[in-house]
């Protein structure tokens, strides 16, 4: 007998800096059961992706938007996001080295979190959780089902 | 109540992992260099710079300087633009 395993979440991520990049797909390594994480150089790769595909057959559950970004920068391409009606109410994340109270203001404004990069190896697993922790609840229930938590 | 601001020498007395709690909590990003395989980041904490040097990229760090001279801007100026200071601040 096959038995179908749910699909996973699909968190897409736009950062222009490769090691952030890879620091952040290897965190996600303990997810990968559960979540499949793609990944832009940033912001118009990732909008021209989701105006591109079909919203019925990909259907992120979490945004994460480094903020400082050439060609578009994360908060004019969280903006951007929210005026598509798909993908106006799915989870966002600002991403961001600085913690200006200023960008966390403008991350509620347009209805997203704000989490600051990690400066150490302690810190990278907390800011992962807390990244999900903005996931639906239905999703963080289902990833952390999944993950045994 | 306002909190009074850190200076260079009470950051410099702090013990190490609460100084990275503090450069993760207030620390405004000011740009990030390569020096030999090293990868460094230069922040910006209250009226004094901090520069954390890696020996593995936001896992593992080698050390920090921390200065309250603008020459250590010196080898970023490239990735700061007039913007960044005329609104005195910097995101990455």
Redesign the interface.
């Given at each position: 007998m096959t038995q179908s395993l749910p699909p996973k979440s699909l968190v897409l991520y736009a950062d222009d800096?490769p090691?952030?990049i890879e620091?952040v797909v290897e965190a996600f390594q303990s997810y990968a059961q559960n979540v499949e994480l793609m990944t832009f150089a940033d912001g118009i790769e990732l909008l021209n992706f989701i105006e591109a595909v079909d919203p019925l057959h990909v259907a992120p559950c979490l945004f994460i938007i480094?903020?400082?970004m050439p060609r578009l920068?994360?908060k004019e391409t969280l903006r951007r996001l929210r005026r598509i009606e798909t993908f106006a109410e799915v989870p966002a994340v600002l991403f961001?080295?600085?913690?200006?109270p200023?960008?966390a203001v403008f991350a509620k404004n347009f209805n997203a979190g704000f989490v600051?990069?990690?400066?150490?190896?302690s810190?990278?697993h907390l800011i992962i959780d807390e990244i999900i922790e903005h996931c639906s609840d239905e999703v963080k229930k289902m990833i952390k089902k999944r993950n045994g938590n | 109540m306002t909190k009074k601001a850190l200076s260079l020498t009470e950051f410099m007395d702090l013990p190490q992992e609460l100084q990275f709690e503090v450069l993760h909590k207030h620390g405004v990003y000011v740009g990030k260099r390569k020096v030999e395989r090293q990868t460094v980041v230069l922040f910006q904490l209250h009226g004094f710079y901090v520069e954390v040097y890696y020996k593995q990229y936001r896992k593992i760090v080698d050390h920090l300087i921390s200065s309250n001279s603008t020459d250590i801007l010196q080898p970023y100026l490239d990735q700061i633009n007039i913007k960044d200071f005329t609104d005195g601040k910097k995101e990455k």
């Open positions: 800096d090691e952030d620091l480094d903020i400082n920068n994360g961001s080295t600085s913690s200006l200023a960008d600051t990069k990690p400066l150490h190896t810190q990278v | -």
